[in-house]
């Protein structure tokens, strides 16, 4: 199978036109971020003594719809001049449709976030050595590895949550394990999750590695070992800092893929973002709000990773390796 | 855990899940051609365009691209109720996000010939947008081979999300054989030869498309 | 005493044979010069030496070492043989001091401290005392290999060998290598040198091995090889060499 080329960075920040210069879209982000954290101690940390219920949003609906009620009456009272204050009304009226729905959106984004970082930090434990095993082992190991990523990256995410969830008796065996669906820990289903993107992303991460790895100048390692380095030594040394900082950009890529596609464990019952977005909007039928909050939770979760990744990108290169050209 | 008989289920619903693959196949060449035919205007006005047509692009290629695929469908299905026909909507939502990401494959590959080609053109007289038909575009579509390779089976895979919205493509009609038919231990056989269909396609869609690029290849020359 | 022997050593790469039984002694303090064509097998030989190649037969011997032997820990003959490349292939992601002091702790096992003292000894004694912090990428050509140098020497090897050291270097850039090259000669260390660098085989040089198609036609010293060598082919490579000018 041709490679999977990842050089070009999937700028997503640039396109949106968020970037360190132009502060004031840094402070959006700043903001939700803001909001959200503080709904998270709310609903999870917080005695409920202190607390806002966690059924409530922050700020109360009633005096929000009352002022698009009245935004609107003016428009209307003004005619056709009264457009720009229609926008306006329909702006706000959006706002207090949308209040009440945060909270459960705001703990669905918690689950969104746990199955990134874990589908992602496990992911890559896995990786380095599928990749490491592609570049340098044996026949064995390289064919091992091949036809891991192969499998995984020729099979679509969807199709190997349900045989994960369906097809394998994995629900039965979490759920006895102890702790799972107790307190923070979040049940069978989300953890079957983790599996899934765990092994999906470890295949694609270990691509990127790879290619990487391999882009490094054979030189290093001859270097390494002729002042006495072992194999595995020169490899962990010499070739891997160099490889994982040339891995950044498809390492960024893979992030915001997990940001997104972490929607699809909606379909085995994980309650996160899109699962909760799509269970008000059939209670409600309020589908416009929902899906355009679901949109832009999900674009404010993939911009913020964006910027953080090239933060990363400029703080771990080195002159001559890694950093923006 | 698996048994004879499950697999023999699977064999004599083999038309049901035929019926799927097709769709999943059509599907995917429907939502390639769109997102090339607004992908690769998109790249060339990105590299080339000015102004607020740029600007458009460029934002609305990165909403496309920082938004699940599956909130794109349901979007398309539900606020915007493109068609009542799940495959029209599936075509737009996959095509909409395949035009995004073609986008940006089309303008690296663009941006990645050479300015010297350009002005070479230039040079003999041609003017610039006949420069950029002749001399840059050939070069960048075969530089963008590797690429398109990738996006052609990334949307494969992904035709399977149009689950979400009840297309009967081939994942949907796994999942419906097992539900409705009642038939809950054939689960794991039934999505193992659902995923093995996938493999073979991808796996035979690269193979084609590797011949594809070698055919068009520009030779390496050897003098180095 | 004898350092290095070399004993009748045939390697082949693929179907071609590269070494078709090479032999020759290095006395403790010696300085040999290797030169012959492209593809006479002289970088070969060198690699050879610390087993980044493997011969297919014939003994290499270093002091005590059986170089050759399969139970012999290639990682710790390495310790005793220092090598420099044409392609520097410095680590590039690590400072020039960083790149010296890699070896020592992870290798020799010193502590970080006395490893960083002695790195910052090695760049003075090659002249870049003041580089300790910059990257490879921040350096000229003769900067890094100077580096390349400093970072072998700090293995305090027995025997040191330069892979055409100075062949990827713009001339003006040569003279200071060449300049650590001599100081180290004169400082008694054993090196074994692929060049062309005729100013450096002539002054420094102990005995000259002409090497042609993996097989030593001529040995001397600098003055039988330039002046009267005995054979036709050493005599028509060396007066090619020196009508390239002044090297």
Redesign the interface.
Known sequence: MSTEESSAVDDVSIAAGVSVERPWALLVLAGFWGWLGSRWINDFLLPDSIAVSSERSFVPVDPVAAAAETLGSVAAALGPVGAPVDVVASLVGFVAGSLPHLPALARGAWLTLLLTVAGIGFGFVLAVPLSVGRVYGGRWLRWLSLSYTELIRGTPLLAQLFVLYFGLPLTQVIRELPGVGAGPLPAQAFWVAVVGFTLNSAAYQAEYIRSALESVDAGQLTAARAVGLSRLEGIRYVVLPQGLRYAIPGWSNELIYLIKYSSLAAFITVRELFFRAEAIANDTFRYTELFLLAALFYLALVLSASVVMGWVEERSSVPGVGGRR | MVQTGDWVFVLSNADTLLFGLVVTVMLTLTSLSVGFLLGFPAGAVEVYGDGVLRRVVTVAGGLLRGTPIVVILLVLFFVVSISESAFITATVGLGLRSAAYQAQLFRGALQSVDDGQLEAARATGMGKLQAIRHVVVPQALRRSMPGFQNEFTIVLKDTSIAFAIGLAELLTQGYNLFTQSGRSTAVLEVFLVISAVYFVLTFLTNRGLDRVSDYYAIPAGENR | MTLLRIDDVYQSYEAEQVLQGVSFDMQQGDVDVLMGPSGSGKSTMLRCI?R?TEVDSGDIWLGDTHVTAPETDV??L??D???V?Q?F?????LTALENIT??LK??KGIHAEQARERARDHLDQVGLGDQTDA????LSGGQKQRV?IA??LA?EPKLMLFDEPTSALDPELVGDVVAVMQDLAAGGMTMLVVSHEMGFARSAADDIHFLDNGQIVESGPPEQLFEQPEQDRTAGFLSGLQADGPQ
Do not use: S
């Open positions: 610390n980044l990682n710790e390495r310790q043989v220092g090598m490349f392609d292939n410095l680590f590039a992601h890699l070896g992870r290798v990257y490879p990428a921040e390349g970072r072998a293995m």
